[in-house]
Every structure is written in C-alpha cells, then in structure tokens.
C-alpha cells in the first residue's frame, strides 16, 4: 500500500492533503510554513490533528479531481445503498479586481442516495503537534484557539454533532467552511456554493491557457495544477513541497523540511512555467529571486530561502510528532540555508535571463536590473572551482561539484549574452572571457580520461545524476561526443532497473536506497536529446504509472516495490514531467 496516495488542494495561501476517505491528513496554517493544523501525516495516533468525515458502515470510497480544477470530490458508499459526497477545496477566484485567496478550507457533504449516517471529527492540532487549541463556540460557529491563531468553523451543520463527534443521518447537504476568526455574512451552504462555482471556473479557465502537449495531456494538466498549487502568491515562491520530514526511504532518518524555495530549482520551475504559457506565475517566480538576490550582501546567495524571502531557516527537531509511519525525527526549518552551495548563482541568473529575452512579460530586464546581476556573477567567477556542499547537500564534506562550477559557467554566460542583448558591448566581452576561461578549466578538470566522462568532482571517478543535464544548460552541444559518453557513465553506475540514482556512494547516512525521480526525467531528457526517443517514451510512459491515483508524484521512489517517498507533492518531480512530457510528444500540427 502507498501512504502517499493522498490528492492535494490549495489556493496559494494554504494547501491541503487528504487520504482516500477524505481525511485531511495534513495542512498548515496561515501559509505553507506556518503550524501544521492537520498534521496526522506524521502522528499515526487517532487523537488529534486531522478533520475527517465517518460514514457508518462504509464499504466503499471513490475520489477524484474534478477536471482541470484544484477540486476534489470523494464519495463514500455504505453497505445499505446509502452515500455521500464530500467536495473539498480552497476558494481561488478574482474578485474586486484581485485575486481572492484567504486562508480557507471548504468541505460541503451531500447525500447521494439512502440514508447515510456520519459521525464529523475536527481535531486540529497547534504548537507543532504538541496541543490541542481551546474551543469556544456561538449560535453558528466554532473557534479553535491557539497561541498564535484563531480558526473559525462557520457552517449549517449542528454544532453539537461536531463538538460531541456524535452520529447523525444526513438529509441534504451541510458545508463546513475553516478560515481566519472573522464573521461570515451570509448562510455557510450559500456561501460553499458561490466559492465552489468561482473556483471551478477560476481554475478551468487558468487551464484553458496553458500551453499543453498533445500527447499526455490529461498528466501534464496535473502537474501544472500542482506546481500552481506550490506557489506562494504572496511574494511569488514555490516550494519544493508542503510536507515536512517524510523520509527519503524507511527508517533512513533522511527527513528534512521542504516548506520552502530553493534557487536551484528555479531554472528548472521557470523553464516549465514558461513552456506552459503559465507567464503571471512565471514573473512572480523571478521577482522573488530577483528580491532575494538583491537583498543578498555583497550578491552572497544561500540555496534556500524562506517563502517570505527571510534567510534564516534554524533547524529543530520536534518532539511532540513521531513522524510518518513513525519513521521520526521530525524537522522544522532546514539546516541547508547554512551551507555553501556555489550553483545557486546560475540557477538565478538562468531564472532571471526570461526577463530579458521574453517579450511577453510586462516587466523587461533593463541595465539596472544587470548591473544588480552582475554581483551574483562575480560570485560565481570567484568560486566556481572552490569547494561546496553541492546539489545533493552533502553535510559531511566539501568537494568541488562538476554540476556547481558548471552552473557558475552559466551564470557568467548568460551574462554576457544579457549584456550583449542591451547593448552592452564592453560587459559582453568582459563576461564572455571570463565564461570561456572557466569553460576551459571545467572541461580539463572534471573530465575522467579513463572513465572517458565528465565525473562528479573535479578530478574525481564517481558519477552523479546532475551530468545528464550538460547539454541541457548548453555547457555541452548534444552533438559533442562527450555528452552521449557521460550519459552512458552515469547509465552504467546510477541506473537501476527503471531509474536513475542521485548517486551511489555512501554519504552521512549510509548509502541512498531509493531513486530521487526528477533524475529520471532529467534521464529521460538526455535520451531524447540523443535521438533516442523509443526508449525516452518508453520510459516516460513507465514514469507516469509511478504516480498515485490522483497524478502526483513525491521525491523518491523505491525501485523494487514502486512505492514513493520523501516530500510530498515534490515540486521538482512534477517538473520533470513536465518538461519530459512536452519534450517527448508530437506537436500538434502532427496530431490529426
């Protein structure tokens, strides 16, 4: 069984997992990184930390998305012809011309048929796991009071039958609507369908304009809700998934927080955004990089930043939550905004190059904006063959990445394409010498004669999964013979069955048990550039039977049993499907 066979909804604000019975298993308050209210995911207790809806008798249970929408509709069928329909979401629609968003869940149950008899049960929890928040209640809501926050139950349902979680036969429908202590107006169940329907149609029409492949289509739409859903509008990040502490394999104590942006995955983000015509998400990205690098000092860049931009990320373990499957210890914050990671500076400057060169968006890269650029790129000139923690985040050692000097190679060179794109004659040639210098030094260095392949390290032998992309950050052409030698390296010592490890050594945890999926894709990719593309789709299409019921896909995956782990829904992972998934199909205009 997969326990990660959880749907996901959201609105930008806050976001929401919700096993098969339409338990919300987990959720954060007020925002992505805030307390997790439901947090049951990681407590394996029945006592609190979740909100679930119990149907007598229950024999059978039904979900899916409501199509190309963030809407999810769970139906449970009891064995005396009786069932319901539980409609879950976050309201999401324009409204007085912006964006209305708040920090809301809406859960409307209707009877389908029979006599159905449920018991309601809404347990949040506070203080990281630790507590449970005081209750009061009026003639039409219920408060849960926490330390740091008040949430509001508005709803129609009895308040008793909630309160006491005492059984009742349901006749029509009730809604429940969970959001900030603030009044609601008018009736609950007028109020869940006025913010179901402006959902649905928000969110179909935001599909409508996607840019989407013919083949996988209904895949791709997935992923696009989902990196949609990761986004933080706000201040524009996406984070690399609203799960905290989920291991990379069973009892690997490989448990981190991910509640938060990493510049790396920028480049590969705005890439997908960009390929999916999904441009307003796609500026607001940049802009927050862009925020972030110019409140770096002196253009010094951490991996990874908090969703409001804050560099301090501390690291705690918490004791009150015994982690998923019991398989602890669980983490907030994440220790890695400590560490040197070099490639940081091309994964921003490669996000923000689409400022300048994309003339569909409203705010254009100008000379300013490449001068405040040009600090991160002095960075990368400094240290591009200075050891680092790398991509993989290795705690225990500093060597110097192939990937990371690579990635400092970029930084430069787009630098002096930028410059050469406004005018700048002196700044192009000034970062064209300097890229073609550390393209030199690269290439002598990180090249194995005797593995015939670019390594890992510089003069290192080991592989690692970040060589597949070479071509793909245009440090190599694909013609280059080099390229298809590297792919075949790392092919013969990171590939196991269907999947392509991050690496294979042993690091501060012992050696890696599962396969980290976006390699894959980034595999998938290399093939395709090769013009091997029967086996990239066949691969692919193997890819996408990995993701659970409802398309999504977490961080790993075992490569014996299939099963996922690690965060959950992994940004990076529905990015490689995406980019694969748009690389590998037939253009439309072949189509028909």
Known sequence: ???????????????????????????????????????????????????????????????HYLENTAILLTRLHDCHGGGVEITDFAPRFGQYGRMFRPMMLVRRIRRLGGSPRLT????????????????????????????????????????????????????????????????????????GRRFFEETAQYWREWVRFLGIPYEWQEAVIRAAVTLKLNAFDDTGAIVAAMTTSIP???????????????????????????????TRSMERYIAYIVNVAANAAGGALQPVYGIDGRADLAEREVDALPGYRGMGPVRIGNQAYR????????????????????????RRGDEALFHRLEALGEQARRCY?????????????????????????????????????????????YWS?????????????????????????????????SLLLLAEVG?????????????????????????IFRYVEKDDFGKPENAFLVCTFWYVNALAALDRRDEARALFERLLACRNQHGLLAEHIDPKTGEQWGNFVQTYSMVGLINAAIRLSMRWDQAF
């Open 1 to 63: 069984m997969n326990n990660l066979d959880l749907a996901m909804i959201g609105n930008c604000t806050v976001g929401a997992l919700i096993d098969a019975r339409a338990k919300i298993v987990w959720g954060c308050f007020p925002r992505f990184d805030g307390d997790p209210v439901f947090c049951s995911l990681l407590r394996n207790a029945d006592d609190y930390g979740y909100a679930a809806v119990e149907l007598a008798d229950c024999e059978r249970t039904e979900q």
């Open 120 to 191: 309601l049960r809404l347990r949040p929890a506070c203080d990281d796991g630790a507590a449970r928040p005081e209750v009061t209640w009026g003639s039409n809501h219920i408060r849960y009071v926490a330390p740091g926050l008040t949430l509001r139950l508005t709803t129609d349902a009895s308040l008793t039958a909630i309160l006491q979680e005492t059984p009742f036969f349901l006749e029509d429908t009730v809604t429940l609507l969970l959001g900030a202590d603030e009044s609601v107006h008018e009736a609950a169940g007028e109020v």
């Open 339 to 362: 560490q040197v990671q070099h490639d940081v500076y091309g994964s921003a400057i490669l996000a923000a190059t689409h400022i300048f060169f994309d003339q569909r968006l409203t």
């Open 475 to 499: 440090f190599l052409d694909v013609a280059d013979p080099r390229f298809a030698a590297t792919v075949a390296a790392v092919e013969k010592d990171l590939r196991h069955g269907d999947f």
């Open 385 to 429: 063959d200075q050891p680092d923690a790398g991509l993989w985040e290795l705690r225990g050692s500093a060597r110097v990445h192939t990937f990371s000097a690579v990635m400092c190679w970029a930084a430069c060179d787009r630098l002096g394409r930028i410059a050469a794109r406004l005018g700048l004659a002196e700044r192009a040639a």
């Open 248 to 278: 990379e394999a069973a009892g690997s104590s490989r448990n981190w927080d991910y509640r938060y942006c990493w510049l790396r995955d920028g480049y590969f983000v705005v890439n997908a955004l960009n390929r999916l015509g999904a």
């Open 433 to 465: 010498e300097y890229s073609k210098q550390m393209h030199e030094t690269i290439s002598r260095r990180a090249w194995n004669k005797r593995r015939n392949a670019f390594v890992s390290t510089f003069d290192g032998k080991a592989m690692d999964a």
